[in-house]
């Protein structure tokens, strides 16, 4: 007789008569700590983008700073639809939402969150000078 394996079923969170969608607290542990997200955007083509990308998780939110002439730009200006995974497969945690352009100055919730997960001031420098913000509508862990 082989070991049976106990699957889990996702825990899903909509958005429903006015619920702000958030995630338990051991995903919000990891969105605090873990360095990389991956986000899929859809190019004008409808082809899906992914990519690895550095994030803070601050206000309900994710935050990511990138390069304003990156795909990934181009793709929330013209679709804003997103899908966000943390990296590691074997505990999913997964957000479905709507991405925007933030302008500046950057909200300093934001800033600090940047600072103190990668000592990184995401106010200065050039090449990464655009900040997309994920407003989460469904979580999906398991």
């Given at each position: 007789?082989?070991?049976?394996k106990?699957?889990?079923?996702?825990?899903k969170?909509?958005?429903?008569?006015?619920?702000?969608?958030?995630?338990?607290?051991?995903?919000?542990?990891?969105?605090?700590?873990?360095?990389?997200?991956?986000?899929?955007?859809?190019?004008?083509?409808?082809?899906?983008?992914?990519?690895?990308?550095?994030?803070?998780?601050?206000?309900?939110?994710?935050?990511?700073?990138?390069d304003?002439?990156?795909?990934?730009?181009r793709?929330?200006?013209?679709?804003?639809?997103?899908?966000?995974?943390?990296?590691?497969?074997?505990?999913?945690?997964?957000?479905?939402?709507?991405?925007?352009?933030l302008s500046?100055?950057?909200?300093?919730?934001?800033?600090?969150a940047?600072?103190?997960?990668y000592?990184w001031?995401i106010?200065?420098g050039?090449?990464y000078?655009?900040?997309?913000?994920?407003?989460?509508?469904r979580?999906?862990?398991?």
């Amino acid at each position: 007789m082989s070991p049976t394996k106990t699957v889990r079923k996702p825990r899903k969170r909509d958005v429903s008569a006015g619920e702000v969608p958030s995630p338990s607290a051991a995903a919000v542990k990891r969105l605090e700590r873990e360095p990389n997200l991956w986000l899929a955007t859809v190019r004008g083509s409808g082809e899906p983008h992914l990519v690895p990308v550095w994030f803070a998780y601050e206000a309900g939110r994710l935050h990511v700073c990138t390069d304003p002439k990156s795909v990934k730009v181009r793709n929330i200006r013209a679709r804003s639809s997103v899908v966000v995974a943390l990296e590691g497969g074997d505990r999913p945690v997964i957000a479905y939402g709507k991405a925007q352009l933030l302008s500046r100055p950057w909200p300093p919730g934001v800033v600090a969150a940047f600072k103190r997960k990668y000592d990184w001031d995401i106010e200065k420098g050039s090449t990464y000078s655009s900040l997309l913000t994920i407003e989460p509508s469904r979580w999906i862990e398991w």
